[in-house]
């Protein structure tokens, strides 16, 4: 059974009740990633989530809070998001109390200890070389160059810069955590086998005696932040395939959240499935292309639709004529009623499917938690899909799908020359 409440010093809480399981999952998180980085300090998000867990009141050192975690079969993870910062705990169930008290040292006391700032500079300098060294490093760096303003923060690498983490000091690390780590900004959730009055107790024991201090807004973004309409190309003569990006700015997480069932509903015909539109015609049909998926992803205030694929060079021009035309007929046209029950079935199983499983059902009520004004379980979201027509899905593509800052990125082994930019941007002219 899912019960939320929120503690008196503003920390929101969730909590889902799962009595056949021996464990219990919690999951601790401020609004705080990379988003809320600039070119000076990028790379402070990732190197605190390093810290976080180097040195505890209960276990000060690394290896110590390892082997107590770990003596008990337990698994702990901590983790930097776009836009969040996390810390996650799995322990036998018997173990809760020692789960709680670590995960509130962790946000809330951690000892920022020198020694071990100084070993993880070398640890995150080490991860973001190796970042830097894989393939998809140099795609996915160009394509946030290209697809937002210059010095957005979602131009930035979620890794951070080399130059920043080797000058990064300790008071650096303690103000992005005095100003972020705070008591209106985190979100706890607590799944597995527990008696909710224990627990209850145990969370108001370690948590609210925490300081209550409210959170810094995120930054205000927009779809204004994206660059305008353009292609753009980064040949790349090691690759074999062209990896090609369609996106174009869409919903956010701003928007209603029947217009973001609706969207999903779209992209479930459009590209998401093998028996996509996309997928069924490239590769069923033609076998133009191993892959080609479509998708959207959604930030507070500002998102975008996205189609990618990779293309060997001589196809390219029929693999992207071929999915303008359908972008074009798809948002005139929108989809059949066979596509639509098609698609609202695979959502509503999807959905019920993913409450047999402990971990889907803590990122379920995470994510709502995390950005929602309630958390809805599947049967809420089944309710609202049931009642969506053909002519609610055209209404949201249209209003939403729109072409004045479309963005084609085309990487590989291709001239970035004036006549190739001139004939990408022909075959983009029917999106308008």
């Given at each position: 059974?899912?019960?939320?409440?929120?503690?008196?010093?503003?920390?929101?809480?969730?909590?889902?009740?799962?009595?056949q399981l021996?464990?219990?999952?919690?999951?601790?998180?401020?609004?705080?990633?990379?988003?809320?980085?600039?070119?000076q300090n990028n790379g402070v998000a990732h190197f605190m989530e390093h810290i976080l867990v180097q040195g505890i009141p209960s276990y000060p050192t690394a290896e110590g809070l390892s082997w107590f975690i770990e003596s008990c079969s337990g698994r702990y993870q901590a983790m930097?998001?776009?836009?969040?910062?996390?810390?996650?705990?799995?322990?036998?169930?018997?173990?809760?109390?020692?789960a709680l008290q670590i995960a509130s040292q962790v946000f809330f006391a951690p000892l920022f200890p020198e020694e071990a700032i100084e070993k993880e500079r070398r640890v995150v300098i080490s991860e973001i070389n190796e970042r830097k060294d894989a393939s998809w490093y140099k795609r996915a760096e160009f394509f946030r160059k290209v697809r937002f303003q210059e010095k957005h923060p979602l131009t930035l690498d979620g890794g951070g810069s080399l130059e920043v983490v080797k000058n990064l000091q300790r008071q650096d690390l303690v103000g992005f955590w005095e100003k972020y780590f705070t008591t209106g900004n985190t979100y706890l959730l607590i799944t597995g086998n527990f008696l909710y009055t224990n627990l209850k107790k145990l969370i108001k024991k370690y948590l609210e005696e925490v300081s209550p201090k409210e959170r810094d807004n995120f930054p205000d973004l927009s779809n204004q932040d994206f660059s305008g309409r353009q292609v753009a190309i980064r040949e790349d003569n090691a690759l074999q395939l062209i990896y090609l990006d369609l996106t174009s700015p869409a919903l956010s997480l701003a928007d209603s959240l029947r217009e973001r069932v609706i969207l999903n509903l779209a992209l479930v015909i459009f590209g998401r499935l093998r028996n996509s539109r996309l997928f069924k015609l490239l590769r069923y049909q033609k076998g133009?292309?191993?892959?080609?998926?479509?998708?959207?992803?959604?930030?507070?205030?500002?998102?975008?639709?996205?189609?990618?694929?990779?293309?060997?060079?001589?196809?390219?021009?029929?693999?992207?004529?071929?999915?303008?035309?359908?972008?074009?007929?798809f948002v005139k046209f929108?989809?059949?009623?066979?596509?639509?029950?098609?698609?609202?079935?695979?959502l509503i199983n999807q959905w019920l499917m993913s409450f047999d499983h402990p971990n889907n059902i803590a990122g379920w009520i995470l994510q709502d938690l995390f950005w929602e004004k309630s958390i809805q379980l599947p049967e809420y979201y089944i309710s609202l899909v049931k009642k969506i027509k053909l002519s609610d899905v055209k209404k949201v593509m249209k209003k939403h799908w729109g072409f004045g800052k479309l963005n084609l990125t085309l990487q590989g082994p291709i001239k970035n020359s004036k006549e190739n930019i001139k004939k990408y941007s022909r075959i983009l002219e029917n999106l308008k």
């Open positions: 059974m899912l019960k939320t409440f929120t503690l008196k010093n503003g920390i929101k809480v969730a909590t889902y009740n799962l009595p021996k464990s219990v999952y919690l999951h601790i998180t401020v609004k705080g990633g990379n988003l809320l980085e600039n070119s930097t998001h776009t836009t969040s910062i996390d810390f996650n705990i799995t322990v036998p169930f018997n173990h809760l109390e020692q133009l292309v191993y892959d080609v998926s479509a998708g959207a992803n959604l930030y507070p205030g500002l998102g975008y639709i996205y189609i990618s694929s990779q293309v060997l060079y001589e196809h390219l021009d029929e693999v992207l004529t071929i999915i303008c035309q359908e972008v074009e007929n929108g989809l059949t009623e066979e596509e639509l029950e098609f698609a609202r079935n695979f």
